[in-house]
């Protein structure tokens, strides 16, 4: 398995753009998390999904923010409109909850609203 | 919900020295706690992982040690190397969602 695979790897997009980060879990995996990263707040959960369904998005900053899970291998975190203070990077982590539940983590995208 | 407070924010030790990261959860049902690294740009990667039901783990130079009672746990690094510079972060799992604490930055320096 090539683990977790997240695109784009960088994004530069306009204030008031929409963005939309894509992620496809390792195989086999039940549970998918998406996390913010800042200098100033470190890792934060915005959500999480068991089986393909939103478990917790109570990590979701705004409105703006929404995430989906459409099948077991592909979720997307989409930020409509985007604004400069969401600038960060966002990680997808995927896990076999109740087995292994080592959580792995995608490359990461690099989101910058100018 | 569950709260991880991670201390210190920074940590600078000499080359051969040990080093220890402390952390704190607030969700008495968490019973998984992993430790994961982080070097500059790159993801943050497993080092080493402790179960509720166990008060100690090894690997080499690395150890974890975990105070239930207490929602204490810990993160030690013996001989420490300049490779082992990089950010850490604790996390605790309760009700399948994985939350972490804000993160060490540790600096080895040779």
């Known amino acids: 398995d090539a683990g977790v695979i997240q695109s784009p790897r960088h994004e530069v997009t306009e204030m008031g753009q929409e963005v939309t980060l894509r992620c496809k879990p390792i195989?086999?995996?039940?549970?998918l998390f998406w996390y913010r990263q800042t200098m100033m707040r470190g890792l934060e959960l915005l959500i999480y999904?068991?089986?393909?369904?939103?478990?917790?998005d109570s990590g979701m900053p705004e409105d703006r923010f929404s995430a989906k899970m459409p099948n077991a291998s592909f979720s997307t975190l989409k930020i409509q409109p985007s604004e400069p203070r969401d600038s960060a990077v966002y990680f997808c982590a995927s896990s076999f909850i109740g087995l292994n539940t080592e959580a792995f983590f995608g490359q990461g995208t690099r989101l910058t609203v100018v | 919900g569950e709260n991880v407070e991670q201390h210190p924010s920074t940590l600078s030790v000499q080359e051969g020295d040990s080093a220890v990261i402390k952390c704190t959860y607030s969700?008495?049902?968490?019973?998984?706690f992993p430790w994961y690294k982080q070097e500059l740009g790159k993801r943050p990667q497993l080092i080493i992982d402790?179960?509720?039901?166990?008060g100690e783990k090894k690997d080499q130079r690395i150890a974890v040690t975990l105070n239930k009672t207490a929602k204490h746990f810990s993160l030690h690094i013996t001989e420490t190397q300049p490779e082992d510079s990089a950010v850490y972060f604790c996390a605790a799992l309760a009700t399948n969602k994985l939350i972490f604490g804000t993160g060490t930055l540790l600096a080895v320096q040779p």
């Open positions: 969700d008495s049902a968490s019973n998984y």
């Open positions: 402790i179960r509720s039901n166990v």
């Open positions: 999904f068991n089986n393909n369904v939103p478990i917790d």
């Open positions: 195989s086999g995996h039940n549970s």
